[in-house]
């Protein structure tokens, strides 16, 4: 099983920046299209980016152009870089691996806390 662990989260006031990491300890995780993900109170889990082995990345429409995905593979980690933070963007954001299907899904992280405000 592959073990996600995440950090990087906090608080920030609006216009702020933060970057994510995403940690796959002891599993070699190079191959794997990896995402980030976030679930606000009361809003279902998204995911925002996505980066493939390769690293082609990809973004949902309201992070685009302020988001960046990257990875480092011999580190077998995944960062989110977060600019221009809103108050929207406040969740619990998780690291996983969008293309697995559900028999081989990796159990979810903690997630890192990532709160916008004033």
């Known amino acids: 099983q592959v073990k996600l662990v995440e950090s990087g989260g906090g608080t920030v006031q609006p216009g702020g920046s933060l970057r994510l990491s995403c940690t796959t300890p002891?599993?070699?995780?190079?191959?794997?299209?990896m995402g980030w993900y976030r679930q606000a109170p009361g809003k279902q889990r998204e995911l925002v980016a996505r980066?493939?082995?390769?690293?082609?990345?990809d973004y949902v429409d309201s992070v685009k152009d302020r988001f960046m995905i990257s990875r480092d593979n011999a580190k077998n980690t995944v960062y989110l870089q977060m600019n221009g933070l809103k108050p929207e963007d406040t969740a619990v954001y998780y690291c996983?691996?969008?293309?697995?299907?559900?028999?081989?899904?990796?159990?979810w992280g903690q997630g890192t806390q990532v709160t916008v405000s004033s």
């Open positions: 996983n691996g969008p293309d697995l299907i559900p028999q081989h899904q990796w159990p």
């Open positions: 002891g599993s070699d995780v190079s191959i794997y299209t």
């Open positions: 980066i493939t082995g390769g690293g082609t990345a």
